[in-house]
């Protein structure tokens, strides 16, 4: 298991949210959108020019830069982060 | 009966809405908010109306659309609501469905998008949802018309019924169920005064909504207590109050997915999807192929199908023009009166309306891209360029718009959820230098700098659009620097646009754009007739140079003598440019007693090179036409903030045609 935070975490790696940081309206709409501790992520996409990213929760897509996904720590099984790497 | 018609952004509420709807919509403002809700009768329903709300994710007082939604409900208290859920996204449509439960008002979900579901092999056990969530559930298809009659009678009865949701206690014993249950009988007499749903109001004071602890006026030893409650539950359960909540109606929302909805893990929308994404969102096509699209959208617009209907009604509004000057000729009307009907009324109105078919294809083009759902994809693309002059990805859409008509630009900056965004991106637009200034600039360019047109062209666009671009920088960092709005956006699935939608918008905003054209512009029409027609004492004039309009063309003159440009004829023609930016040429012409043809070779004697390059950077910068300023007018809501707009945009062009005509006098 390791543990990153969101804008790390590679293309297709499934993962979990283990906490989701920042304050004011940018985390209430975080944790609005489904994006609480336990859910699954990965990340689906990077924009051309290298940000925001697209992830996948709850069957579907949305767009997040990536110093909000900086935020949000997640933590990947072993087995998959090997499978990439 | 007053219906609200409540659910997320991309679940298909304003399909919904036009369904049930047809054309008969009007746009509505209810008092004390900014943001426009559309209403309509229901049709073959008598004395049901139907209000579409903004699309919302939550019920967090952080975005104005949030607050009308929640304030709509709050204080206008409809009969009923139908909450619009995509059953294909469930979890995160749910999640708005059980704030709204709370809000105690008679409700129904409409489970959208069901067709979708059943193709891809998905099922609803519709009983045992409505059982779970105590309202009633209905199925529907709101693109294919598919069950909306059973709901919209289903509608009815509850809001006769006047039939609550069924009191769910969904949190689970623990920490936030001691915690929730003691806020509420903390605060319940107040919350009865107000006029507040309990249990609403004990959620919203865990979550800090100081909104809702104002209409609750409790006293300092009430706060305290509800804020040692809420520590106290804190720390029990390890989470912040707002993660505790979300997590809360989340694990609820799951359990009740789990129990009711079947569905197929991949479906064929999503993989068609991700198949379009590879290309259009592709690391090195993403960008090309979106200007080719823009450019797509341009040709056609300016070049072929809006230009064409725009020339055939032009030539229409000539030839009624003709019919009825003839007409009152015959009638022997008092020739005054004549000219104000046709040279004031019929020119002035008849050349901003020849504008309305470029923008109704313009509109067609774009409702397209957003309703596939491309424009998403846009900003994502765009976000981190536009990211840098401090905008986000949205803003790219009004300001390529920009270089076509500042008018439908500004109209698009309708779509933007940040209002800083959107004031700054409509500050932004005038800065693209529209297509009625081309007429200009190719009569300047060919007159004085035959051999570099195309570089003087290319120098006025760039030019534009980059002052635009410092400017709208340096705002954002004085003026317009506020919280940045969270960027947080959903990428739907490709749909197929409703061709009912599309028909819909266009004429939304044709009706739109044809009540201005008779009331702000037909003002102004009148006024400048007037202005030129009469001198000071209020005798027609026989020469034009005797007019009122020549006489505040002469009063400015010398505020134009730092640029070079201290001539009645040429100060008239930009004030004339203001009805339209065609009108600086034509009016030149007319003042210089040439057509337009031999415009170019007289114009010597009124520029030399350098004066004649600030005397465009004037016009590309000034402000707009009526038509844009009364668009402007009607976005920002304030007509002092419309008269700033206007004296700063001014100002900016006298400070850079003057700087322009120094640095070219020095050069040329």
New interface residues.
């Given amino acids: 298991m390791s543990t990153m935070t969101l804008d790390l975490l590679p293309l297709g790696v499934p993962a979990r949210i283990i906490t989701?940081g920042g304050n004011?309206?940018?985390?209430?709409?975080?944790?609005?959108?489904?994006l609480?501790?336990r859910?699954q992520v990965q990340v689906k996409?990077?924009?051309?020019?290298?940000?925001?990213i697209?992830i996948n929760l709850?069957?579907?897509?949305?767009?997040?830069?990536k110093e909000?996904a900086r935020m949000i720590v997640v933590e990947t099984e072993v087995d998959s982060l090997k499978a990439v790497v | 009966m007053i219906i609200g018609l409540v659910g997320n952004q991309n679940c298909g509420k304003t399909a919904l809405f036009n369904q049930l709807t047809g054309a008969k919509q009007r746009v509505g403002n209810f008092p004390g908010v900014t943001v426009e809700q559309k209403i309509g009768p229901v049709k073959g329903k008598m004395g049901i109306e139907v209000v579409d709300l903004p699309g919302i994710?939550?019920l967090?007082p952080?975005t104005s659309e949030e607050i009308v939604t929640r304030d709509f409900i709050l204080n206008e208290k409809p009969d009923a609501i139908i909450n619009i859920v995509d059953v294909?996204?469930?979890?995160?449509n749910l999640?708005l469905t059980l704030q709204l439960l709370e809000m105690r008002i008679p409700m129904v979900l409409a489970l959208n998008m069901m067709d979708e579901l059943r193709n891809n092999g998905g099922s609803v056990d519709i009983a045992k949802m409505s059982a779970l969530l105590g309202i009633p559930v209905v199925p529907i298809s709101a693109i294919k018309n598919e069950g909306i009659a059973e709901l919209m009678q289903i509608t009815a009865k509850t809001a006769e019924t006047k039939a609550l949701p069924r009191q769910i206690d969904y949190c689970p014993p623990g920490p936030i169920h001691r915690c929730i249950h003691a806020v509420a009988h903390l605060i319940e007499d107040h919350a009865e005064q107000a006029d507040i749903p309990t249990r609403f109001a004990a959620i919203k004071m865990i979550?800090n909504d100081p909104a809702i602890a104002s209409r609750l006026a409790l006293n300092q030893n009430e706060l305290e207590s509800i804020e040692h409650i809420i520590v106290e539950m804190e720390t029990e359960l390890g989470?912040d109050r707002?993660?505790a909540i979300?997590?809360m109606r989340?694990n609820f929302i799951e359990s009740v997915s789990r129990a009711t909805v079947k569905?197929s893990n991949e479906s064929k929308e999503y993989l068609r999807s991700v198949r379009i994404?590879k290309i259009m969102?592709?690391?090195?096509l993403?960008?090309p192929i979106f200007l080719l699209i823009m450019l797509a959208v341009f040709m056609l617009t300016f070049n072929v199908i809006g230009a064409y209907l725009s020339d055939l009604l032009a030539a229409g509004i000539d030839w009624l023009t003709t019919v009825v000057d003839n007409a009152l000729t015959a009638y022997g009307l008092n020739p005054l009166v004549q000219s104000l009907i046709i040279d004031g009324i019929f020119a002035g109105v008849g050349s901003v309306l020849s504008f309305l078919p470029i923008i109704v294809t313009l509109f067609f083009f774009l409702s397209i891209l957003e309703d596939t759902g491309y424009i998403?994809r846009v900003?994502?693309?765009m976000?981190?360029?536009l990211r840098k002059i401090g905008l986000s990805g949205r803003s790219i859409v009004p300001m390529l718009l920009g270089f076509g008509c500042s008018v439908p630009a500004i109209m698009a900056t309708r779509t933007l959820p940040s209002e800083r965004d959107r004031k700054l991106s409509i500050l932004l637009v005038p800065f693209m230098s529209c297509s009625a200034k081309i007429p200009i600039y190719a009569v300047f360019a060919s007159a004085f700098f035959s051999t570099h047109r195309a570089l003087v062209m290319m120098g006025l666009y760039v030019g534009g659009a980059a002052l635009g671009i410092l400017i709208i920088w340096l705002l954002g960092r004085t003026a317009f620097r506020g919280?940045p709005?969270?960027?947080?956006?959903?990428?739907?699935n490709y749909r197929f646009p409703s061709m009912k939608s599309v028909l819909l918008l266009m004429w939304e905003r044709a009706r739109d754009f044809m009540h201005r054209a008779f009331t702000v512009i037909l003002m102004a029409t009148i006024v400048v007739w007037m202005l030129q027609t009469f001198d000071i004492r209020l005798n027609p004039v026989a020469d034009s140079s005797d007019s009122l309009l020549a006489l505040g063309g002469r009063l400015i003159t010398p505020l134009f003598a730092p640029l070079g440009l201290a001539d009645w004829r040429i100060t008239t023609s930009l004030i004339s440019g203001l009805i339209a930016k065609e009108a600086v040429v034509s009016t030149l012409g007319v003042l210089m007693n040439t057509g337009v043809e031999q415009l170019g070779t007289v114009l010597g004697q009124l520029f030399t090179p350098a004066t004649a390059i600030g005397f465009l950077v004037f016009t590309l910068l000034y402000t707009p036409c009526v038509a844009a300023i009364a668009a402007v007018r009607r976005e920002l809501g304030s007509r002092a903030k419309t008269a700033a707009v206007i004296i700063a945009q001014c100002g900016v062009a006298w400070l850079c045609a003057l700087i322009a005509k120094l640095v070219f006098g020095l050069i040329l």
Avoid: W
């Fill in positions: 989701v004011g309206a940018l985390r209430c709409r975080l944790l609005d959108m489904g609480i501790p859910t996409k990077v924009a051309p020019l290298g940000d925001p697209v709850r069957g579907y897509e949305m767009t997040i830069r909000d | 994710y939550s967090r952080y294909t996204n469930i979890e995160r999640y979550e989470l707002n993660a979300a997590e989340y569905r994404d969102t592709n690391k090195y993403g960008i998403a900003v994502f693309v976000d981190k360029l919280q709005v969270p960027f947080v956006l959903e990428l739907p």
